[in-house]
């Protein structure tokens, strides 16, 4: 059995910029869907932000056990229905995780509902990512800390909710700290984001980095039947009661009406 | 000094349902003003759907410490900016408590980020609610569990985050359970959900009710000034670094641009 | 691979009591186990109150994954030493399910560090257990709800931790609501407390409960390694600090000196 | 109304290190009492490890609400008595505010039940104490990071429990970071772990970190009567059950006998 996994590009600064595409010659997305693949268990193809519904179609959403999100230069131009989409599938059981400039991308933000604001900097300085939750399916495989040495600085406050669990904090060399591994929980769906990931160094090809979202992918898989009862609000009729009671008092709904929505 | 506190009521059973205007002649919102007033400490006035802004203009909101909200039969008759704006109002520090109906309105599930739907039945049936949390503010005062006579039934699964924590769960005649009281935090304003009050029954005018919701305003009156810092993603200068760094490697940034959103 | 478990089993009632021993004439952990073993991917044996240490030896704990706990008559006559032994494991990384009863046991009220009472009432009373958490492994293949015709109710407060998750609230016929299914993580140890299980109904013998012990059991399971340095406060030597500082100020400690504890 | 604070001092250092003596001659318990006096709305006394009972007799500590707790050369002589009384009363709802070394101490190990280890390096580096929760009320006042120039390192993995919230995360200059402020809730009690405070620098004469211990008594103080019953777990007769049920079934118990512990 393998995770059916989409990996995201949004696919811009690869075309448009030369030290991008030195980099990531065929995008960021096929980087990080090859290390995906490199392992077992896990199927990596990749979507971009160019294709037909940004390659995340119904049938494709359908067929997705875990989607990986990179974006950054324009995440307005990700279609509304599209991110409406990826949101319901993530209550059904898809999982989900946000790599980098996704925490501003709309998927993410929409999951979240909070503005996902940070503090950043690009000065290609030292990044050192420390494990502080060992015990953590993400955590497996590391060391208690890792460098990375040229990143884009984020720094608190990340405004996200309180996460379900706090698996990784970043130290950089300016002085800042930054919550850089986070989970949570959305309906039957898992979601986790890590901040690594600027286009401008070769992060992505990083070891550390690869053992982190692979392992990500195999957390936030849930292996149960799409929870697809999660969008109903359905009305339990009184003689279905499990216990039997009778009905009382007046009235707003006639039987078998619809709830307001 | 006291808790600027606005009742908000969607205010339209109270006027086209004659059992609604029986026990709620003044709307609900009246009712849950008057039981704020009568304790000390919070200053509550209305608000409703039908003024100009759904009575929550930016001054006003501005001007509010915590928002009380209950919404039923037209959710989406609530402008998506006025949404937007009471949002904002959240993550600066306003407190918000949303009251049975209103897990389905416009800024609740905004802020959530999630379905927040569930099972329910109109059978006038008992609920009984019990504190699962006794030492948390919210439940000062209140017996270890207390009866509604008549109260329309909601069932899990309640599509919400997990809370940050959970203060009561109720237990229906019919069979059910569901988590009657949950609190989240998203960035710096406090969130409080509270499971009854159909509104053909005259669950607002329970002593209990009203302590639960006079306790809930008080837990989320953040008296700190407006966090309005948490809208932004500030660039920090490579030369205003805590720690002296050296910009390295290649940039997507000129200095002093914004970043993309 | 298999998960190794363990089925502790105090197994007093079993002998003393003509009803338990009629339910349970092997023992309710052997129940219990058989009920593992029938699965794919467990392993499953079981240690008693009776053995030597418990049946818990170091050598026995080292090469357990998962430890399951029942117990009730005679929490006291546990070693306090074993105890400690069955905690430490826990922060290295073994899985810890406690069912019913044993929310008194001295493990868990070790793990815990709270009181973890709760009311009780013994009438054979009907239970209805609700999934509140669909998504969680430990609610796979699962009803949204089931019963137990007959079993003691437990009743809130229910003094332990918030839990990381909660996985299913129970409804008492007399009245009561309980947290029946929490989680937490301790070091690199999960943790599952499981309300059902008196000993004078044959609910082990239940279809659904045993559906959850086993998914229980799986969800605890750690692969990693054991993390071993979990109990260590090393100091780290200024010349091995991995950002060069030098030395500065009063210092209480020698060079290699270990901390108070 | 006053909140009733005790701070709990070790006072070894104090009386042989003469480095300890010179930055405070009164005792670090002394000066941290009369930062908590400077402000409003706290009442602080102090206690040691030399006193009889170590100050924290049943009557002062039935008439404390928050206890600050400051520990480090000799854990190991708090009497067991007295580390059991003191949780009890966290159970009941007395705030407990563990400061720096304390992470060691035997109440905050009981109450937290996992091993609470860290990494060290006393080297007088610097520490830049991030806010990582803005709205959080032991944040308030603070401005986003602050540093002290001279501290002992504390470094992950920090073995303690997922927190309630996390408040402060510490940056240092050898290249480690820690979660540095953390909350929790044990029964009726709110608890606070705050690192900085090593004896042989002045933490305690910091403005910021004394904002921080002030604003940390204020929220840990819980103002409902004790939460006596949180230690019972009483039987409820069959006969007073809040739903009519009739007992069935085989008993373990006779009526009105107790429960096993």
């Not at 997305?29 to 037909?52: K, Y």
């Not at 929409?110 to 399916?137: D, F, Q, S, Y």
């Not at 904090?169 to 986070?182: D, K, M, P, Q």
């Not at 799409?226 to 707003?252: M, S």
Request: a negative charge; charged letters at 20%.
């Amino acid at each position: 059995m393998t995770i059916r996994t989409v990996v995201w590009g949004e696919n811009i600064h690869e075309q448009t910029n030369a030290v991008v595409r030195g980099i990531y010659p065929d995008g960021m997305h096929s980087t990080i869907a090859a290390a995906l693949n490199a392992g077992d268990g896990i199927e990596a193809t990749t979507a971009t932000l160019q294709e037909p519904e940004h390659g995340l179609s119904v049938e494709r959403l359908a067929g997705t056990d875990v989607l990986v999100w990179w974006g950054h230069k324009d995440h307005g131009a990700v279609a509304d229905e599209v991110v409406e989409r990826v949101a319901r599938r993530v209550f059904e059981g898809m999982g989900l995780i946000v790599l980098h400039s996704g925490h501003f991308s709309k998927p993410f933000k929409r999951l979240m509902g909070t503005p996902c604001a940070l503090k950043w900097r690009e000065a290609g300085e030292r990044e050192r990512i420390w494990t502080v939750n060992p015990g953590h399916p993400i955590a497996a495989g590391l060391p208690e800390s890792f460098v990375l040495e040229n990143e884009e600085m984020y720094g608190e406050f990340f405004s996200v909710p309180e996460p379900l669990e706090t698996v990784f904090i970043s130290w950089f060399a300016g002085g800042e700290v930054f919550r850089s591994g986070l989970t949570w929980r959305r309906g039957a769906g898992n979601i986790f984001y890590f901040r690594p990931g600027h286009e401008t160094y070769p992060t992505y090809q990083d070891a550390n980095v690869q053992t982190v979202i692979r392992n990500a992918v195999k957390w936030a898989y849930n292996p149960m039947p799409a929870h697809i009862g999660v969008h109903d609000a359905p009305n339990v009729p009184v003689e279905q009661a499990l216990e039997p009671i009778t009905e009382r008092g007046p009235k707003l709904h006639q039987s078998g009406e619809e709830g307001y929505k």
